[in-house]
């Protein structure tokens, strides 16, 4: 068989979802093996991003095109999540100044391979291991740049968001994302809060939604979230909020 056949090449191309990675292991199961493709390589036909990946020659990648190749050629289980699904939702809206950060979400022990985390991607990737909600819950396919990607829903998300506050997000920012969200669907979030394994996060949440006067506060069972006992400072020196036990930003607490 002559190794450079170009009839399996274009093959492979047919099937190649432009502006993604291909790994070598999707390469495998269209016949090109590992010396194959190095032929490929070698022949200007396909350019390597790392080991045992590779792109289109001249083709740009976005971190979408290559999200994508993992979810759906290595089934890895890391999504989209906090204010990047949101955006999704809302547009510009919740787009930060002074640079784009990309939040992604995984289980703990899931992590992105080499060449996604090295790629020179224009924005900056974060990857967050967590236990915050079980997977798949509140996670659907949402097209972003042009792919269809595993998302965050909104209820998702914004619990996601609180959970990278303050460290990552400021508070008062994560406050005022929540408050446009007006549409949040009362059943997911009470499961989603129920299962949240962070009380700070269900709090920050009970408290916002409150202040913000959300119509799936007054939709909540409240009595059915665990909140845990004692006070947690987010604020040193800030004020506090006894209902929920939360020592805040003082702009937060002036919309009490």
């Known amino acids: 068989m002559d190794t450079k056949s170009p009839q399996k090449l274009k093959t492979v191309l047919e099937d190649w979802t432009p502006q993604t990675v291909a790994t070598q292991a999707w390469l495998r199961q269209r016949g090109v093996s590992h010396d194959l493709s190095r032929v490929y390589v070698k022949n200007g036909w396909l350019t390597r991003v790392g080991h045992g990946t590779f792109k289109r020659p001249k083709e740009a990648l976005a971190w979408q095109g290559g999200l994508h190749s993992l979810q759906n050629q290595l089934a890895l289980q890391v999504h989209v999540g906090a204010l990047t699904a949101l955006a999704a939702e809302g547009g510009a809206h919740y787009v930060r100044p002074g640079g784009e950060t990309v939040f992604l979400f995984s289980a703990t022990g899931v992590t992105l ?78 499961s989603l809060l129920e299962v949240c394994t962070s009380i700070k996060v269900k709090r920050l949440f009970l408290f916002m939604a409150e202040r913000a006067a959300l119509p799936v506060a007054a939709r909540l069972d409240q009595n059915s979230i665990t909140l845990g006992s004692g006070d947690r400072t987010l604020t040193p020196g800030g004020a506090y909020v006894a209902k929920f036990g939360l020592i805040v930003p003082q702009e937060l607490a002036q919309h009490e």
């Open 113 to 190: 391979p080499k060449w996604f985390r090295e790629y020179p991607w224009p924005e900056r990737i974060s990857l967050t291991q967590t236990k915050l909600l079980p997977a798949g819950l509140g996670v659907r396919e949402t097209t972003l740049g042009g792919f269809a990607l595993m998302t965050s829903a909104p209820e998702r998300a914004i619990l996601e968001a609180l959970h990278l506050a303050p460290q990552e997000i400021d508070l008062v920012e994560a406050f005022q994302v929540l408050e446009g969200l007006r549409t949040l669907r009362p059943l997911l979030m009470q």
